[in-house]
């Protein structure tokens, strides 16, 4: 067994560190507070590659492997929790699913710009009916000549409705399977469709810097080629762009944990009280003692994930497993880390207040807590 | 034009270093490396200058295997070529031992600029750029704010900083410069970046490859030898200056200064 990186991870690793101290860190906490979703930050993330990491030079995508991916979101999440979703988002969700289930004509059309940062896409898939279970899809896809007709909506939906979005993929219901299920088609939507509007989703307790939004299909009519791989093939390209998509947020997870592990360690190594520093006190230093020991196993299940998804293996299980336990780890880390912060962690001066709320979404988002247990309890056929 | 880069690692400034128990080095068990600030500037005016001139930045560096990460950052960051001299005989080397194996490499490169910085911010010497431009025979202009180089390429211009003004030299080239910090702001290594670095050339030398004796270097050609390493003090607490009004403050204030600090 070899558990080292390549010296390609590490010096990203420490680029991407460097760049999220400097440039994202200064301002996170301000656009946290007017909720507000930042050009200039995404600008100079696309500057430094973090759009389309994945994909193959061909499409302009950096061509690295998976685990660059994950190390560069977990860093970005280590500062701040919505730039980290702006990037898992738009890689697992928008360029994803376009990357490895468009046809060429699509790839050609919509990926360059989206690795490059100018454009966003987002994925469609949670409705106001049908969110954990999202196979009972809403939304309608009826075939009318030459065109799609779109009716239906969606909610929830990250960059949905940022001034870059190109687009959004939306999973619907094109018809009716022999077993009497619902068959699920992804259809590509760009913005500015007839019949397409997307409303930005306010007053949210976490990734207040991540755009989210409303998407309503009102006889919204798109070409017939705007069908993204076959007819019905919707519901297998879900849960393969969720298994992604789940490494994605468990990296935010992991990266969530360790900057509130990093902020709690030194401030409790500064903090004086009863003349000590209160690090020292053994309470305090066996809950970092079990941060950094929950931290490790995080990283160990996710990097083993995503080297199985780089060697070619099946990753649904450990995918779901590593989502649930990073986004459990950072849950306990920032409870952890707010208490060794006292007073000072619930006022919004000391980033550890926003990670506490950030948090939140991790064990909800892309696979509740529970979706990710019932998807463990069936592989390993416990049900 | 080319440009050569002489780039060394040094601990992360949030590394506690610690002295070890032969009281003449650091322990180095749990340091994290990163390339040494002042040479990354170093690095940035290089690629400044390429992208405005063109030509080849070549990045140089001298010490153990691990710098070769700080070389290829360098690369991912957009130099063309990545040197290192890998070779136990150069540990324990001073700043003129530095600069022998830098001249060594560099005697058979084509260059117009060579570019160190300042200081290592770990011995904070400040030599190696000196030695260098003494054993090449060229001018030096150390501690540089701002460059210019003239549009034909012959000369360059820096600008330094002095008490209370700025100091403008003019040498021709080839020319070696040290940077100060500000004279840019380094850019990061970025993704593309640091996928392209993957193919660039890096050669790894050692000291048979570049004719030069042992003896010259290391420990034997060292003309210094470090007797002992002692953390700083433990700072004391502050004080607050005592007083009613600001002008009772401030001869309060001019009393200590005089009285107890003895600075006055
Ligand atoms: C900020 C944000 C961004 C998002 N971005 C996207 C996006 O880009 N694209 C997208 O499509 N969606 C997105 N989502 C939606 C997200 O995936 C859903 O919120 C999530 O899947 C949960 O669905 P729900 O909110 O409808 O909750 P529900 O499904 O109603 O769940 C409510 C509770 O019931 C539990 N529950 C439900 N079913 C079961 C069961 N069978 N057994 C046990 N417990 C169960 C759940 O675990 C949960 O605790 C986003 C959500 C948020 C908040
Ligand atoms: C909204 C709000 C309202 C408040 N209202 C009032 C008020 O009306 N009046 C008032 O006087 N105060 C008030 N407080 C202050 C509150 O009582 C303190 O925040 C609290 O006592 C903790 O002190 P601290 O914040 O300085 O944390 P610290 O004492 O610095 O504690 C930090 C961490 O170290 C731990 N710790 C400290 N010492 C030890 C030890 N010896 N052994 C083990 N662990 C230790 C703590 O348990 C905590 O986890 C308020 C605070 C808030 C946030």
Redesign the interface.
Known sequence: MDFSLS??H???R??VR??AEKEIKPVARDLDEREEFSYDTMNAMA????FG?FVS?EYEG???DYM?YII?TEEIARVDGSHAATIAAANSLGIGPLYYYGNEAQKRKYLPKACRGETLWAFGLTEPNAGSDAGNTQTTAVLDGDEWVINGSKIFITNGTTDITAGVIVLSRSGTREDGRPELTSVIVERGTPGFEARTMHGKLMWRASDTSELYFDDCRVPKENLLGPIGHGFHQMLGTLDGGRLSLAAMGLGGAQGAFDMALKYSQERIQFGKPISTFQVNAFKLADMATEIECARLLLYKACWMRDNEQPIGKLAAMAKLYCSEVMGRCVDHAVQLHGGYGLMKEYDVERFYRDHKLLEIGEGTSEVQRIVISRLIEAV | MNFLVCLKQVPDTETQIKVAPDGMSIVTDNIKW?MNPYDEYAVEEALRLKEKFGGDVTIIGVGPKRL??SI??AL?MGADKGILVDDPSVTGSDSLGTARVLAAVIKDLDYDIILCGKQGVDDDYGLVGSGLAELLDIPQISIVLKLEVSEDGSSVKAHREVEGGTLVIEASLPALITAQKGLNEPR????????K??KKPFDVKTLADLDLDASEVGESGAKIKIMQITPPKEREAGKIVEGETPQEKAANLARLLHEEAKLI
């Open positions: 010296m390609e590490d010096i990203l420490k680029s460097d760049f500057g430094l590659g973090l990491m030079e950096q061509g690295m660059s560069a | 990163v070769t990460e290829r950052t991912a990061y290594a970025s993704l593309p970046g640091i996928m670095a993957k």
